[in-house]
């Protein structure tokens, strides 16, 4: 989903934080300190960035007010904490953009990280996504292959934007059912078969094998160079 790279601390996450961040289609980098973001930061900048505070909070607060003092400062952090963490919330606002209680829920996770990285996505995010003569328009959700355009429904679309961002990654039916649809679709998944179908048939022949079966575990796109 994110060309972007989220900033996760400590650096061992757990392990469902690192499955979350994973199935929701996220680069992540874990980190030990502020040092070591500064060194593995990308040229872009960090999009944004995850703390676990329910283990070592001095350590995490640290973090935290490290990434905003930075001259690029960080400005989507979101704190895991536990419930007897909340009251220390209210003096530090100014560190962090939104919390989750931990253990956290997965669904409840995702929709935080949905809603936190929306906007910084916007703002980094290219209109166009392009790949091998596909351009999909964001705005105007219209899409076209070499010039000539193409007549996709709406949840075609979807399904094709969240491969093409995703360049080269293999995502289960499932997967894509939870991430496009938006929700889990027990004994659905043939609707994903069904979708990637009719894409190949409007993408045409020779062009249909941008999107790879890998056999026993789902699909793909194809791993041509890619253009912001």
């Given at each position: 989903m994110n060309a972007?790279?989220?900033?996760?601390f400590p650096g061992t996450?757990?392990?469902?934080?690192?499955?979350?961040?994973?199935l929701g289609g996220y680069r992540w980098k874990a980190v030990s300190g502020a040092e070591e973001a500064h060194r593995l930061e990308p040229q872009s900048g960090w999009m944004g960035a995850?703390?676990?505070?329910?283990?070592?909070?001095?350590?995490?607060?640290?973090?935290?007010r490290a990434l905003r003092k930075r001259d690029n400062p960080v400005n989507a952090v979101l704190l895991l904490i536990s419930g007897a963490q909340l009251a220390e919330l209210e003096l530090r606002d100014d560190l962090f953009d939104?919390?989750?209680?931990?253990?956290?829920?997965?669904?409840?996770?995702?929709?935080?990280?949905?809603?936190?990285?929306s906007s910084a996505e916007g703002a980094t995010r290219a209109d166009l996504v392009e790949h091998s003569g596909l351009v999909l328009n964001l705005e105007t959700y219209q899409a076209s292959f070499n010039g000539n355009a193409l007549d996709l429904t709406f949840m075609e679309y979807e399904l094709l934007k969240f491969l093409a961002q995703n360049?080269?990654?293999?995502?289960?039916?499932?997967m894509l059912l939870s991430r496009v649809w938006g929700y889990e679709y027990y004994g659905g998944a043939r609707t994903v078969d069904v979708h990637v179908r009719r894409?190949?048939?409007?993408?045409?022949?020779?062009?249909?094998?941008?999107?790879?079966?890998?056999?026993?575990?789902?699909?793909?796109?194809?791993?041509?160079?890619?253009?912001?």
């Amino acid at each position: 989903m994110n060309a972007e790279m989220i900033v996760v601390f400590p650096g061992t996450p757990t392990p469902d934080l690192a499955r979350t961040l994973d199935l929701g289609g996220y680069r992540w980098k874990a980190v030990s300190g502020a040092e070591e973001a500064h060194r593995l930061e990308p040229q872009s900048g960090w999009m944004g960035a995850i703390i676990s505070c329910d283990e070592d909070a001095e350590s995490a607060w640290a973090f935290a007010r490290a990434l905003r003092k930075r001259d690029n400062p960080v400005n989507a952090v979101l704190l895991l904490i536990s419930g007897a963490q909340l009251a220390e919330l209210e003096l530090r606002d100014d560190l962090f953009d939104d919390f989750c209680l931990s253990p956290f829920h997965p669904r409840e996770l995702e929709a935080r990280l949905r809603h936190l990285f929306s906007s910084a996505e916007g703002a980094t995010r290219a209109d166009l996504v392009e790949h091998s003569g596909l351009v999909l328009n964001l705005e105007t959700y219209q899409a076209s292959f070499n010039g000539n355009a193409l007549d996709l429904t709406f949840m075609e679309y979807e399904l094709l934007k969240f491969l093409a961002q995703n360049p080269g990654k293999v995502f289960t039916r499932e997967m894509l059912l939870s991430r496009v649809w938006g929700y889990e679709y027990y004994g659905g998944a043939r609707t994903v078969d069904v979708h990637v179908r009719r894409l190949r048939a409007k993408l045409g022949e020779e062009h249909a094998n941008l999107i790879q079966t890998v056999r026993s575990v789902g699909y793909r796109f194809g791993q041509g160079r890619w253009s912001n």
